[in-house]
């Protein structure tokens, strides 16, 4: 029995329904920012590895295990201080690769329009970039402490469980957010160097990844004390150390609120279509 005009011009009317969330869609492009540096895991994934892995071997050639440190972290070597500061490093920096580069390519290709399209609303825009990005500093992260405790660089013994999972995961949250932020106002890979450059490694650098900040000098301490990275390295240090230069509760709200408002920022952007939409 063959379909009567009615029938195919109702069939074609049925348009397919959402809930609230376009959970499908959601996913497809969750995996699809994981499958994209997955598919190059020698640049994305490896290389930094290897970098944090460099670093610590350099350091505990120039030191082995003669750096004692003093005031907070009285009694603990140089060492197991700087362990935890660059595996959370590498968290940062990936995270903010991973979300930048993925929106900068998408602009420069011209292809950004297949993730515009889909019925995808602008907070899933949000949640599957970021996630992508926060699976990424994790991964690297998870990866290179690994490589830290076998090769016998560092003892990463864990003092704390919470602070190790709330940082790491609000640290990847806030620098996702801020590569999506970097990613979507530069119109080309230069802007997103400078960015790079300009504020991502200063604000890492300067952070107290390789020293305690309490050895500095004004106003460089007011400075550290400023930086929100530092509160993202200090308690995820704490959660190997079970000691901190910072309150760990101020520091969870913190990077707490910049999770939170880095995820709003990159709502508005999306919502707005801020260079993105014509």
């Not at 490589?147 to 469980?161: E, F, K, N, R, T």
């Not at 305690?212 to 000098?217: L, Y």
């Amino acid at each position: 029995m063959t379909d009567t005009a009615a029938d195919q011009t109702s069939a074609h009317r049925l348009v397919r329904q959402y809930g609230k969330m376009n959970g499908l869609g959601l996913w497809t492009l969750f995996k699809r920012e994981i499958g994209r540096f997955l598919k190059v895991w020698m640049q994305t994934v490896f290389a930094p590895v290897v970098t944090t892995l460099l670093f610590m071997t350099v350091f505990k050639l120039a030191f082995g295990e003669r750096g004692r440190l003093t005031g907070d972290f009285e009694g603990l070597s140089y060492i197991e201080f700087l362990a935890p500061g660059l595996i959370v490093m590498a968290i940062l920096q990936n995270a903010f690769q991973n979300t930048s580069s993925s929106l900068v390519q998408a602009k420069f290709n011209s292809t950004y329009v297949d993730f515009l399209m889909p019925p995808l609303s602008p907070m899933e825009l949000t949640i599957g970039f970021i996630g992508g990005s926060v699976v990424r500093g994790l991964l690297v992260a998870f990866i290179s402490a690994i490589g830290i405790q076998l090769s016998g660089l560092a003892d990463l013994s864990v003092a704390h469980v919470w602070p190790i999972l709330w940082f790491s995961i609000t640290s990847a949250i806030a620098l996702g957010a801020l590569g999506a932020i970097g990613g979507i106002w530069a119109d080309k890979f230069d802007h997103l160097s400078a960015v790079t450059n300009f504020v991502i490694v200063p604000l890492t650098f300067l952070s107290g990844t390789f020293y305690d900040i309490k050895v500095m000098s004004e106003p460089f301490y007011t400075m550290a004390l400023l930086d929100p990275f530092f509160y993202m390295i200090d308690g995820f240090r704490y959660g190997f150390l079970g000691v901190a230069n910072s309150s760990v509760i101020v520091g969870v709200w913190v990077t707490g609120l910049l999770s939170v408002a880095g995820i709003f920022a990159v709502w508005l952007m999306f919502r707005s279509g801020y260079k993105l939409k014509a």
